[in-house]
């Protein structure tokens, strides 16, 4: 039996004649971090929303949990979600918010814990106006805990954050995670989807364009690796006369590999000719590298 806690298949969404979402298929399993990926306008919040009950399909099948989100009347009480873009009654204080949400949801959760695990309990009496963008968020993920849902959809949750709320974030998420939180993530921060996500998948323009974890996805897709040495134009001469391919960046000298193997061969050259080198360090292709150029080449090859 499938462990699939969301299943997504041939998923479509027009508004007024744009295919918002373009028949996506992807299914997520219990207790794992599945990041959506992709530029302004690729289709995730749409995507999110649909699964969330809160937008209806144009086709396609969707189950979560189970249930057709657009039928259920008890998905409500297992999912949590944190909108992209959350806002909350102005002049409504975050332990107020918490305690109308457990009497609409009708649950037992320690607010007080909530609060700690975001980090908000020194804003529990603060009106929502009053709080920093930040910390609004970090209500909105407390919010999205009340009901100690099965499910969270989690729209770019550290979107402005600076980065030590950020990584405050991403440590309530590893926990969620291991308290066995299945968790389906949009950010635009790769790094973000490159620590957290078990799988991601890349959207452009309503279409996932790959998927798979994020190592998978970057073997797939990356250019040579590098070897970053600095040093001196004595080392750029060594290079040169060894045949090594290479461009000076600043202070840098970038070795091009074309097997990262081949490191090695670099550095024992140089060490043999007595080359003055400071440092060096070994580069592979980030998820966000190879996104950039993934999404990068699509809009230029439907410009030409
Ligand atoms: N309610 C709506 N009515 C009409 N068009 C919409 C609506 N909501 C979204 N769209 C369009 O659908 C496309 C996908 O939007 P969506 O919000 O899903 O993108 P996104 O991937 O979440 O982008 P972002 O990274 O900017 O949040 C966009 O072209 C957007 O203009
Ligand atoms: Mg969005």
């Not at 744009?18 to 971090?33: M, P, Q, T």
């Amino acid at each position: 039996m499938s462990d699939a806690v969301i299943d997504v298949s041939n998923l479509v969404k027009t508004y007024s004649g744009l295919r918002a979402v373009d028949g996506i298929s992807f299914s997520i399993n219990r207790g794992e971090v599945f990041s959506l990926l992709g530029p302004n306008g690729a289709g995730k919040t749409t995507t999110v929303e649909i699964l969330e009950g809160v937008r209806n399909r144009t086709s396609g099948e969707i189950t979560v949990l189970g249930e057709d989100p657009e039928k259920s009347r008890s998905l409500i009480f297992k999912v949590g979600i944190l909108p992209q873009d959350f806002a909350f009654i102005y002049n409504s204080t975050p332990k107020e918010a918490l305690d109308f949400y457990k009497g609409t949801l009708r649950t037992s959760s320690d607010l007080n814990e909530i609060l700690e695990m975001v980090e908000l309990e020194d804003k529990a009496t603060t009106p929502f106006q009053k709080l920093s963008g930040g910390q609004k968020q970090k209500l909105g993920l407390a919010l999205s805990l009340v009901n100690d849902p099965e499910i969270l959809f989690l729209d770019e949750p550290t979107s402005g954050l600076d980065p030590r709320a950020r990584r405050n974030i991403w440590k309530v998420i590893k926990t969620l995670k291991e308290r066995g939180k299945s968790i389906l993530l949009t950010t635009h921060y790769l790094e973000e989807a490159e620590l957290l996500a078990d799988k991601v998948a890349i959207m452009n323009r309503g279409k996932i364009i790959d998927a798979g974890t994020p190592m998978e996805i970057v073997e797939r897709h990356h250019e040579d690796d590098n070897l970053i040495i600095r040093g001196d134009g004595g080392v750029e001469q060594l290079l040169s006369t060894g045949g090594f391919q290479f461009q000076r960046e600043g202070s840098y000298v970038k070795v091009n590999l074309r097997n990262i193997k081949d490191a090695t061969d670099v550095i024992n050259y140089l060490y043999e000719h007595k080359a003055k080198f400071e440092d060096f360090t070994l580069k592979r292709e980030s998820l966000e590298d190879v996104f950039v150029r993934m999404v990068g080449e699509i809009e230029e090859d439907e410009t030409e």
